[in-house]
């Protein structure tokens, strides 16, 4: 470009900064360089300006905004101040790219991204003009270090500028420049289900960008994008990694923000929030292949909204965020809900007990070094972090180790991590809501132990978490073949949808579908219900009314005291008072109500009486359903075990194909045994192996 031009387009950035940015300037001249140092201007604005030369930004980013910043330090200031190392910014592009859609033609452009901040290094100085003294005539000769084309190499000079040999150099580092530097490696994120390998790039951010990113951060990340070529000086490949030059990092909304709600969207979700049947639909929307149960989904449609975060004046903090565990001996049962509560979560990251070690539920450390810079990964994000302010989903929790067991306790409690970054400690926030999905030890339930000892959680887990809901493949009278009837149902709509989509000519309509889809369409989308969800948290913050509070109070008090005796177990502790608060302001949540009525207190006690029954206790009674494994009784299964064993094996010989079930409950009713328990026996010693059948309603010792 002609020297006429440059001249022409500093001129026209000078006169753009008059018309458009005259006291952003003055306020960068009065806090320069110690509070500010950067200009940020809208790309709206200079299109407004010059069309032609905002085109070219986007297109020669690096070459634009070299002219940019020379018109910004030949700018005539209103106080004696040089801008000399000012940066010019540029925010508001018109469009963001995926990080997913990134190609190899796009290099060398201004591109805006959107993501969370999966890894994070320290910040580290940058030298960027190296100064190089001769050990022989002391000339020095200064280098930039510019590695925006992606050459990784350190430059050093040929020879001296004074004598005119080759060295030896070493380098001055008072008369160097230096900046600072940090990476940041961002992945796509943008709401709904966090994909389990969701694409990244690496971002390099300098000077005053630095040092104001957290792990988990959403961003808006406007830079230009490099490659660097991969391999090494020796051996290089034919391939390059791309990366991102950050030149401006704006916080892209946390607490549900991010997600855009239309005002047509608006009014549906106002009109839907005021229908009679609020509740049923809100219940029917949650995983709707699934039959029956109400009282679990209603949870978890609850667990979607939350409570409110509080912190009183003491400065104590009590965290709105519900915590469920869903136990389930049922084949998909936990994957389905799952599944469904990420489709409804504004933001879900998901993850696997069996695939987490360590700290990895929490933070993870790193040393190796990637694209876009030589600085080594200090600390990276693992799921519970970056489902900050959303929902962690992990499945398999009964195989969480011991130290994830114990990084999974701290975020229920205290919602924030602490990590270790050098010989520093880093406080990470971890407020999410927990949905943990688990089956039992033995994949089957076993009546003759109790619950928790069967889910393969700590103690102190357990006790962290507001709502714990067994699941069990338990046939009971009249729901059997009602369940049936629904999952073929929904096989059968699936079938037709199927016929009419793939077959060029069908003889099913659209019309027959949508009858045998009847009840299993949620009446609330997935996608609306997002929207919903993230309204409703962001702008409801509902209060207990007097008559709500004193009905959660009376519930709490009476179960509270029905333990007191040294004697009885006590079923409720302090921190479910906490929970039957949450419970209620979430089910205000769902109203879009500030308020906490009485019927949101009795929705939440139903459930968490639910819930109380659900584990095995009693409410009015304060006696554990499950006193079979009282301590008399558990003394007695060793004999009642032994007894039919012995009968199996006595009776296994005489049958080919084992000991007929049948005959082995006769000996046992006549060795006085009750049928009940011979059976349940029977049920016991095959979920520890003991016994098998090797035909139907046969048993055989193993």
């Given at each position: ?174 008369q160097s420049e230096f900046i600072d530097s940090q990476k940041l490696e961002v992945q796509n994120s943008v709401g709904g ?33 490099k490659l660097e070529q991969l391999g090494s000086n020796s051996n290089p490949s034919a391939h390059f990694d791309s990366y ?423 000996r046992a009713e006549k060795e006085g045994m009750e049928a009940s328990t011979a059976h349940h026996t029977i049920e016991r ?18």
């Open positions: 470009m002609a020297r006429a031009e440059d001249t022409q387009l500093i001129d026209s950035f000078k006169e753009f900064y008059s018309d458009y940015y005259r006291s952003e300037i003055a306020e960068l001249a009065q806090q320069y360089p110690k509070e500010q140092k950067s200009l940020v201007i809208d790309w709206g604005d200079l299109y407004t300006f010059d069309a032609d030369i905002a085109d070219d930004l986007r297109q020669k980013p690096r070459q634009l905004l070299q002219y940019a910043e020379e018109a910004l330090r030949l700018y005539d200031l209103p106080v004696n101040v040089s801008l000399g190392q000012a940066h010019v910014r540029v925010t508001g592009l018109p469009e963001t790219t995926d990080i997913s859609e990134i190609r190899a033609d796009q290099r060398g452009n201004l591109l805006t991204i959107r993501g969370s901040v999966r890894r994070i290094s320290d910040v580290r100085p940058k030298i960027t003009t190296a100064a190089f003294e001769c050990q022989r005539c002391g000339t020095l000769t200064r280098i930039p270090q510019d590695r925006t084309a992606g050459d990784s190499n350190f430059q050093e000079p040929h020879e001296c500028q004074g004598c005119e040999r080759q060295g030896p150099f070493q380098i001055n580092y008072d289900l966090q994909d389990t390998d969701p694409e990244r790039i690496s971002v390099i951010i300098e000077d005053d960008e630095t040092g104001k990113t957290s792990l988990g951060d959403r961003l808006r990340i406007t830079g230009i994008l991102l030059k950050g030149l401006t990092v704006e916080p892209d909304g946390r607490d549900f923000s991010h997600i855009e709600i239309t005002d047509t969207e608006k009014e549906e979700i106002d009109e839907f929030s005021n229908q009679q049947d609020l509740y049923d639909k809100m219940v029917d929307s949650i995983a709707p292949t699934i039959y029956d149960y109400e009282t679990e989904k209603l949870a978890l449609v609850l667990q979607l909204f939350g409570g409110v975060p509080k912190e009183q004046p003491d400065g104590t903090y009590i965290r709105g965020n519900i915590h469920t565990l869903v136990v389930s001996d049922v084949d998909s049962m936990v994957d389905r809900l799952l599944e469904c509560v990420a489709n409804c979560s504004p933001r879900a990251v998901k993850a696997s007990g069996s695939e987490t070690s360590g700290t990895g539920l929490t933070t993870t450390a790193y040393t190796s070094s990637s694209s876009g810079g030589d600085s080594p990964w200090t600390i990276g994000a693992g799921p519970l972090i970056e489902a900050d302010n959303g929902h962690a989903l992990i499945t398999n929790a009964e195989d969480l180790g011991t130290e994830a067991e114990s990084s999974l306790e701290t975020v229920l409690r205290e919602q924030f991590v602490d990590a270790s970054k050098a010989t520093e400690s880093v406080s990470l926030s971890a407020n999410t809501s927990v949905f943990l999905g688990s089956s039992p030890d033995t994949g089957r339930f076993d009546r003759y132990q109790p619950l928790i000892e069967q889910i393969g959680l700590s103690p102190n887990v357990a006790t962290s978490l507001d709502l714990v809901f067994p699941i069990a493949d338990k046939p009971e009278e009249g729901s059997v073949e009602a369940s049936a009837n629904h999952r073929l149902q929904s096989n059968y709509a699936g079938e037709l949808d199927t016929h009419l989509t793939k077959k060029d000519s069908s003889n099913y309509t659209q019309n027959q579908v949508e009858e045998a889809s009847k009840d299993i369409i949620p009446p609330v989308e997935p996608e609306l219900l997002r929207k919903y969800v993230a309204y409703a948290r962001r702008n409801c913050f509902p209060v207990l009314t007097a008559e709500a509070r004193t009905m959660i109070e009376d519930c709490y008090t009476e179960l509270r005291l029905e333990g007191s005796s040294e004697e009885a177990p006590v079923p409720i502790s302090k921190q479910d008072l906490e929970t039957l608060v949450r419970l209620s302001e979430a089910s205000a949540r769902v109203r879009l109500s500030d308020s906490v009525e009485e019927d949101d207190a009795k929705r939440a006690i139903k459930i968490f009486q639910h819930y109380v029954q659900q584990m095995g206790l009693t409410p009015k009674t304060n006696e554990l359903e499950r006193d079979i494994l009282e301590a008399e009784e558990r003394n007695g299964l060793d004999d009642q075990k032994e007894c039919i064993l012995n009968i199996v094996s006595d009776i296994e010989s005489n049958h080919d194909k084992g000991a007929p079930q049948e005959v082995v409950l006769e010693l095959k979920v520890l192996g003991e016994v098998y059948e090797p035909a139907e309603n046969h048993l055989r010792t193993t």
